[in-house]
């Protein structure tokens, strides 16, 4: 019986754990373990609260994850000082490392270290209820005006949640705090501002969309800042669809008459920040550069300036991965140096060691992408299998990791949490309603 542990239960993980358990050829047993003592990492701790249907998203990693050969252990920290990785290979025959990508990218520009200047990152893990978060503290009462630096979806994501009437939020599972502070909110203008050109734009049309139809909310474009970068310039070639279409909503905004909303999203292009402005230590606003193509997809300053104000500023510039102590690490791309997913020590395959999800190939791709990229590695994995296998291994590594002081919550105590959840809905008249913090989650999952 080939015994393999997936680190991570988001949907790299789940997914390298379908994969497994679907083929019939190689008998397997699979432990997923995660840090956190609930599973499916970013589908319930990135995708925003008001994404329902991703969020069902749900339903199906679940599917997996009470599959009979495979078993959840959350609260289990693959890689740290109780279970470091050479371990984990003691007790499995394979080790799958689907950890994504932890930590948000910094601008690196002056007054980045002003109050009022966050991570995209933190602010979705405060309306995500992360435990790692629960300290976290958006106070939106005093913020009229916000600047999101980005033109991803991550940003559309914050900036959609900053413009969008509570109303809205109450039939989500947001916490009760991140809640109480979008009420609060004095938000009325959100800016969220690409470097590039809108054809450059790395949102997806279908959550571009979606801010124009928020109600209460006018999204603002202006169409000086339309222009398509010279790589589009023959208007007799098409463009790709996916820059077609989000050009022709953008192309739509512009041209629509402004009319009186209670809050306006603007979507800004060719701005480089260049300084975060401020006073007594908090952010008043953002100095930007515009930018003009350069002719090879990038861009080039103008030496014009423009200051937008913001007492709160989101850097939404995308997530990198972060070095597991005791695995090899590509510091340039920020991820596992592997082969076709097997990892790769001074360039040579290690044995039973392998990666899949973000922390494989980088920051990028919907939920969905991790599929065909969990679908690659298990390849690997069971070609190697023969071999893996003949190695002897404990016949339970559970056993193992409570005798090492570990206190997993298996999947019994996941429907603890999601009971308690269901019940804190409940005594504050709403559905489910997430736990946001550590000691909150380890007491629903089994009386701790
Ligand atoms: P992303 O898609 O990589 O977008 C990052 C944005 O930050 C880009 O517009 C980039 O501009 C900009 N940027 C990077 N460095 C910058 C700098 N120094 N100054 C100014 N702007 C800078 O990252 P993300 O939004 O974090 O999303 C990560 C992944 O999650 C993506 O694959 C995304 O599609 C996915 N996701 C999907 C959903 C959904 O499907 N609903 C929701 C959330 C996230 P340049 O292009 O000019 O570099």
Request: hydrophobic residues 40%.
């Amino acid at each position: 019986m080939l015994r393999v542990a997936v680190v991570g239960s988001g949907p790299s993980g789940v997914y390298t754990a379908q994969h497994l358990a679907q083929q019939r050829e190689v008998p397997v047993r699979v432990d997923v373990l995660d840090r956190l003592p609930c599973p499916f990492g970013l589908v319930r701790y990135g995708v925003a609260p008001d994404h329902e249907k991703i969020k069902s998203l749900q339903g199906n990693l679940r599917t997996v994850l009470e599959d009979e050969r495979i078993r959840f252990l959350g609260h289990v920290e693959a890689g740290g000082p109780e279970l470091p990785a050479h371990r984990l290979l003691e007790l499995y025959h394979a080790v799958v490392y689907c950890v994504g990508a932890a930590r948000d990218r910094r601008l690196g520009i002056p007054g980045e270290e002003l109050a009022g200047v966050r991570s995209a990152t933190d602010f979705v893990s405060w309306y995500s209820a992360h435990p790692d978060a629960a300290e976290e503290r958006f106070g939106l009462d005093a913020v009229g005006s916000a600047v999101v630096i980005g033109a991803g979806n991550v940003a559309v994501d914050v900036a959609r949640i900053l413009a969008r009437g509570v109303a809205d939020l109450l039939p989500t599972d947001i916490p009760q705090t991140a809640l109480g502070a979008l009420t609060a909110s004095g938000v009325r203008e959100v800016h969220m501002v690409a470097r590039r050109g809108p054809s450059q734009a790395k949102f997806t049309t279908k959550e571009l969309r979606e801010l124009g139809g928020l109600s209460g909310v006018a999204t603002v474009v202006r169409p000086e800042e339309l222009a398509l970068d010279p790589a589009y310039a023959d208007p007799s070639a098409p463009l790709p669809g996916p820059v077609r279409r989000n050009v022709e909503v953008l192309r739509g905004w512009a041209g629509a008459p402004g009319g009186p909303a209670l809050r306006r999203i603007g979507l800004r292009f060719y701005l480089r920040p260049v300084e975060v402005l401020g006073r007594d230590g908090r952010a008043t606003g953002v100095r930007f550069e515009r930018t003009v193509p350069d002719g090879r997809g990038g861009v080039t300053g103008t030496g014009v300036f423009e200051e937008v104000p913001a007492q709160l500023v989101l850097r939404s510039i995308g997530y990198e991965g972060v070095a597991l102590p005791g695995l090899p690490f590509d510091p340039r791309t920020c991820t596992v140096p592997h082969a076709a997913g097997r990892i790769l020590r001074e360039g040579v395959p290690a044995e039973g060691e392998y990666v899949a999800g973000w922390i494989k190939r980088g920051p990028t791709g919907v939920i969905g992408t991790n599929r065909p990229c969990a679908k690659e590695t298990v390849g690997s994995l069971l070609a190697d299998a023969a071999r893996l296998v003949s190695r002897p291994r404990p016949a339970d590594p559970l056993t193992e990791l409570r005798a090492a002081g570990l206190r997993p919550v298996e999947w019994r105590g996941w429907l603890s949490i999601e009971r308690a959840e269901a019940e804190l809905g409940r005594s504050l008249g709403r559905r489910s309603v997430k736990i946001p913090d550590w000691s909150g989650l380890l007491t629903a999952a089994g009386g701790r």
